[in-house]
C-alpha cells in the first residue's frame, strides 16, 4: 500500500457525460501528478500540482482539467468524454516540488470505462 | 526532450533463470532514471533508481541496474526469477528543471515460465 488512495476505483459513463476523479496523496506530500495509461498510449503524464499550484503540464486535453485543493487533495476532472478516453488514471504524490530524484508514490488506479 | 526505449514489449524466462530487461535513455543533460514495477491491478512501485551516485543501483526483491553512459543504457537484471515477479516493468527518466516531469517507456511485460 502506497499510501496514495483514488476514488472511485471503476466508473462506467456515456459519451459526451463529465466524470470527477479523486486523489487522495500520501500523508505529507506536497505534489500530485496525474497519469493515463492506455494500451495504445501507454503511460501518459497529464499534469503535476505542487502545493495547490500548476506546476507541469503534459499530454493533457483542453477537455480535461485539475486542481489542488488545501488540504493537498486533488480532482482531475474529465469532459464530453469520448470513447478513447477509456483508460486507466493513476494519481501519484511526491513529497517536494518534483525534485529530479523524487520517489513518486502511485494510487491504485481508476478504471474508466466510456460506453 | 528527454526519452526511453525499452526493447522488447514481452519477455519470458523460465522460473530460476536471469531476468534481463532492456532500457536505453535519451537526454540532453545527465540523466535520473528509475524503474518501476506494475502487478497486474495495480498501481506502479519504485523497484529502484539511479541518482548520479553509484552506477550500479540496487533496488527492492533482488533487482539491480546498471547505468552506462557510453551505452546510454539501464538495464534491469535479477539473477533468478521467481513466479513472483511476473509484472509489467517501466523504464522512466527525469527532466531536469525545478520540477520532476518523468517520461516513462512503453513497459515490457514480464512472464515466469515454471
Known amino acids: 500500500d502506497s499510501g496514495v488512495t483514488q476514488t472511485p476505483k471503476h466508473l462506467i459513463t456515456a459519451t459526451g457525460q463529465r466524470v470527477t476523479l479523486r486523489c487522495s496523496p500520501r500523508s505529507g506530500d506536497l505534489s500530485v501528478y496525474w497519469y493515463q495509461q492506455s494500451l495504445d498510449q501507454g503511460l501518459q503524464f497529464l499534469i503535476q500540482y505542487y502545493n495547490g499550484e500548476e506546476r507541469a503540464k503534459g499530454n493533457i486535453l483542453e477537455r480535461f482539467s485539475a486542481q489542488q485543493f488545501p488540504d493537498l487533495h486533488s480532482e482531475l476532472n474529465l469532459s464530453s468524454l469520448e470513447l478513447g478516453d477509456s483508460a486507466l488514471y493513476f494519481c501519484?504524490?511526491?513529497?517536494?516540488?518534483?525534485?529530479?530524484?523524487?520517489?513518486?508514490?502511485f494510487g491504485p488506479g481508476t478504471r474508466l470505462t466510456v460506453l | 526532450a528527454q526519452s526511453v526505449t525499452q526493447l522488447g514489449s514481452h519477455v519470458s524466462v523460465s522460473e530460476g533463470a536471469l531476468v534481463l530487461l532492456r532500457c536505453n535513455y535519451s537526454s540532453s543533460v545527465p540523466p535520473y532514471l528509475f524503474w518501476y514495477v506494475q502487478y497486474p491491478n495495480q498501481g506502479l512501485q519504485l523497484l529502484l533508481k539511479?541518482?548520479?551516485?553509484?552506477?550500479l543501483v540496487k533496488g527492492i526483491n533482488g533487482f539491480e541496474a546498471e547505468f552506462k553512459k557510453s551505452e546510454t543504457s539501464f538495464h534491469l537484471t535479477k539473477p533468478s526469477a521467481h513466479m513472483s515477479d511476473a509484472a509489467e516493468y517501466f523504464c522512466?527518466?527525469?527532466?531536469?528543471?525545478?520540477?520532476?516531469?518523468?517520461?516513462f517507456g512503453t513497459g515490457t511485460k514480464l512472464q515466469v515460465i515454471p
Open positions: 522512466a527518466v527525469s527532466d531536469r528543471g525545478g520540477y520532476q516531469k518523468v517520461t
Open positions: 539511479y541518482t548520479s551516485a553509484a552506477t
Open positions: 501519484a504524490s511526491s513529497p517536494r516540488g518534483g525534485a529530479r530524484t523524487d520517489t513518486q508514490y
